[in-house]
């Protein structure tokens, strides 16, 4: 290895270097070790902590001088290498004498590491340091259009316009409007809002949301001018105009429908002492440009610098009586030892070939200090324009140049930064489309934002290409097949958002309000029945005998073409419920329950009586045992929510082989030591565990003995489980649903009230799990049982579950006062045979 850069150290200077300050290091360490083994019992903690600090720094100094003797050795290293490690090593020694508290003497070697340049080669530095600057401002000139000053303008505006586009709570809609405003043909007739084919042509054109415009107009977006024939000219004012550039350089920051945008408005503007229509009133307003339009200043691009300086040019020399317009001025001769300034083509003097540093006198709006003087003859300058009327637009007003602000995201998606290491940052994306109103991460983690640019482009073409795409010929045929009204749109969307349900009076539509809880409206008969017949709904029958609507393959589709129509204006609602022709299969008609009619598979069995319907004793019969009671059917007259949460008949809650195919196992009774664990729970998870039956679990047998378990949980589950494992008494997410133990009616004694008594049978698993990351964001989705093998949970009480209800237990006697006689206790109520009484040492003693 040899010196090649001026100013470096010799190869076997690094090697000494690194040899003496590993030596310092080592002998700084045995005097921390020294000192060590000398202490007393009150410096003990102190020195010991010293001892080991400065071994470690002695032992990294250490290495570093083993690597160096290690890559001197090899010819493939670069030359650097070696002061890389020769650095390092006196770093480390300094840190190990002041650790140790001695003199750091191994600083001194830092000075060895450089040497002083001569004049000559601090002259040949400068000049490469100049050159390369030079090489880089043309590469960034070349690529981007504009200067050092205009790219610090263009970045700083896009950072302003992602801080203040979101806040806009705007669409694509919105800008596609102010778009058309800037063209100049946008107008307003009759009611209508259109874009002109042409300039000052008043009549046809393509169509245009009059909502948006009337919103953006009502924000101070858009102006209106009059015109001929009471037209109404839409024009963006200044304000309009900024707010554009800004959603330009920041698309993502638009979202992806109006709805998204409103409950993005309504978050913002949403107060809690606000009434709740004075909050969404304030939530359909657009929000004004608040400190955008005093902030943002449009970036210059070469060309336009260069038509400036030409204009001021012609405009001095007119002024001064010498301008005659196709008449070429003498440029000064070029001389030797000079060059050119790549700015404004001014000779200047160089210094071994580069230019001399030169301060600015004007601003970077300006151009450089020569503008409008003449260049020099390196480069050719365009010929004089004549001024007036004859001078073409474009060299007034050249297009401006786009700016590359690193790799760009599809509209809806952001970067999001996570934590760096040393050598490199990494990124993820999240995705604000794929969900409505809440932000979706991708998987995967990129340590280059030009690969998660890819990678969200390709989820882009994959999920949300299609909703950007214009329509076509055939699916806008497709959509006048479909004329629906706003009111049959709506039942789709809530077929999608919310739940859609037919009782014994009707349809409704159950939690459909986004921004309120339980709101709960009616549909009309004719327009869900309506849409059943078209085929765009279908039907899915529940085993507690109530049916869901949900959108069909079909309804699906039209559903996607109608939304994709709204955003892009094509087509409007009608404004009456269209009557769809039915498909042959259901021309027949929909057979309601109010009706008693039914499905196909639906009708009761001859088995199986009507709840309601009871048989009348005979008088001379003899007497038998009290039948069982049954919880009374809800009456068509009862209102919505009391039919909705009525107690149910065992026959509708579970079938009888899902019911009765368990194994009830007994219940677990609880140690003093496990009674005391639970007793030093906190109240508010000791709720929890009562409810999720965790209080007590029935642990299944298990190969993996308990230790094993332990480790498992303590090494390989994330530290979110674990936080949660450690809250309960037996943990959290170690028990499966047949594991559960008793409820905690039963745990209190009210065996009368037993959860699963109430229910009419025992909670059943959906059998399925989920499969999470390191971050506990769920990945996927895989069933534990393939066969279908439901699990569930039975209170491990011995109390029956059906039949008649055991006795309710006798309240508590209250203490009389006292001087007060005594009041008579009551008779005692004779409990159940089938149930046990709570012993003093069961389960409800530790917990009650």
Not at 432 to 441: L, P, V
Not at 648 to 654: D, N, T
Request: aromatic letters at 6%.
């Amino acid at each position: 290895m040899t010196e090649t850069d001026f100013g470096e150290p010799t190869p076997e200077t690094c090697l000494r270097v690194a040899r003496q300050a590993a030596e310092l290091a080592a002998a700084a360490d045995d005097m921390a070790l020294s000192a060590a083994c000398r202490s007393t019992s009150r410096t003990e903690a102190h020195r010991e902590e010293v001892m080991h600090a400065v071994h470690q720094e002695a032992v990294e100094a250490e290495g570093h001088a083993a690597r160096a003797e290690q890559w001197a050795a090899d010819p493939s290293m670069p030359d650097s290498a070696l002061r890389y490690c020769a650095s390092g090593a006196v770093d480390y020694a300094v840190r190990a004498q002041e650790a140790a508290g001695v003199e750091a003497t191994a600083a001194a070697l830092r000075t060895e590491l450089e040497r002083k340049l001569t004049p000559e080669e601090h002259a040949e530095r400068e000049s490469a340091r100049r050159r390369a600057e030079a090489e880089q401002e043309a590469e960034e000139r070349a690529a981007t259009g504009m200067d050092a000053d205009n790219r610090h303008l263009a970045r700083m505006n896009a950072y302003l316009a992602e801080s203040a586009v979101p806040l806009l709570g705007w669409t694509a809609g919105h800008v596609r409007v102010l778009e058309a405003a800037e063209t100049g043909r946008l107008y307003q007739r009759d009611g209508q809002v259109r874009q002109a084919a042409e300039h000052g042509v008043w009549s046809g054109g393509r169509k245009v949301s009059r909502e948006r415009t009337q919103d953006l107009r009502a924000a101070g977006f858009l102006a209106v001018a009059d015109a001929a024939d009471g037209v109404r000219v839409l024009v963006a004012t200044p304000m309009g105009q900024v707010t554009l550039e800004l959603a330009r350089l920041h698309p993502a920051g638009l979202y992806e429908s109006d709805k998204a945008a409103y409950e993005a408005r309504y978050a913002r503007v949403a107060k809690r002492y606000k009434r709740m229509d004075d909050k969404k009133a304030a939530a359909r307003r657009l929000p004004a440009l608040e400190h955008g339009v005093g902030r943002y200043r449009r970036p210059v691009t070469l060309v336009e610098q260069e038509a400036r300086a030409a204009r001021e040019a012609a405009e001095q020399w007119e002024d001064e009586g010498g301008y005659c317009p196709g008449v070429e001025t003498p440029a000064p001769a070029v001389e030797e030892g000079t060059g050119r300034c790549p700015c404004c083509g001014l000779h200047e003097v160089t210094v071994a070939g580069v230019l001399a540093s030169r301060k600015a006198t004007r601003a970077a709006a300006d151009d450089c200090p020569g503008s409008g003087l003449r260049p020099g003859a390196e480069t050719p300058r365009p010929a004089a324009e004549p001024r007036g009327e004859d001078a073409p637009a474009a060299a007034t007003e050249p297009a401006a140049a786009p700016v590359k602000a690193g790799p760009s995201l599809p509209t809806g998606m952001y970067f999001l930064p996570l934590p760096s290491t040393r050598y490199s940052d990494w990124w993820a994306i999240r995705c604000g489309r794929c969900t409505g109103g809440m932000y979706t991460e991708l998987p995967g983690e990129w340590n280059d934002k030009s690969d998660a640019a890819r990678a969200a482009h390709d989820h882009y073409e994959e999920a949300h290409r299609l909703a950007d795409d214009l329509l076509t010929t055939e699916e806008i045929a497709e959509l006048d097949r479909w004329p629906l009204s706003d009111a049959q749109r709506t039942v789709l969307s809530w077929t999608e958002h919310a739940e859609v349900a037919e009782y014994d009076d009707g349809f409704w539509a159950l939690d459909c309000v986004p921004d309120r809880w339980d709101v709960n409206k009616r549909i009309a008969r004719a327009r869900v029945t309506g849409l059943w017949a078209a085929g765009l709904l279908d039907v899915r029958l529940d085993g507690n005998g109530r049916r869901c609507l949900v959108m069909s393959p079909t309804g699906q589709r039209v559903r996607r073409l109608l939304w994709r129509a709204e955003r892009q204006g094509v087509i409007e609602p009608v404004a009456k419920d269209t009557k769809l022709p039915p498909i042959p299969k259901r021309g027949g008609g929909y057979p309601l329950m109010s009706e008693g009619r039914y499905f196909k598979g639906e009708e009761r069995r001859a088995d199986d009586p009507v709840p309601t319907e009871t048989t009348p004793a005979p008088a001379a019969a003899v007497p038998a045992a009290a039948p069982v009671p049954t919880p009374p059917a809800a009456r068509a007259d009862q209102p919505l929510l009391r039919r909705l949460f009525a107690p149910r008949s065992v026959r509708e809650q579970r079938s009888a082989d899902v019911v009765r195919a368990v194994i009830r196992r007994p219940q677990r009774i609880l140690t003093p030591e496990e009674r005391e664990r639970v007793r030093d729970m906190p109240l508010l998870n000791l709720q929890g565990a009562l409810i999720m039956g965790i209080t007590d679990p029935v642990p299944n047998a298990s190969p993996m003995p308990e230790d094993a378990g332990a480790w498992v949980r303590e090494h390989a589950w994330p530290a979110h489980w674990q936080e949660m494992e450690a809250r309960y008494p037996f943990g959290f997410r170690r028990w499966s649903t047949c594991e559960l133990g008793t409820c905690w009616n039963c745990l209190n004694g009210r065996h009368d009230i037993c959860v699963h008594r109430q229910k009419g049978g025992p909670d059943v698993d959906r059998n399925r799990d989920w499969v999470t990351n390191h971050r506990g964001h769920t990945v996927a989705e895989f069933i534990p049982r393939p066969g279908g093998e439901p699990c569930v949970w039975w209170c491990r009480c011995e109390c029956p579950k059906d039949g008649p209800a055991p006795a309710r237990p006798a309240a508590k006697k209250k203490p009389a006062p006292a001087g007060s006689p005594a009041a008579p206790e009551p008779a005692p109520a004779q409990a159940a045979a089938t149930a046990r009484a709570p012993e003093a040492d069961a389960v409800q003693a530790a917990l009650w």
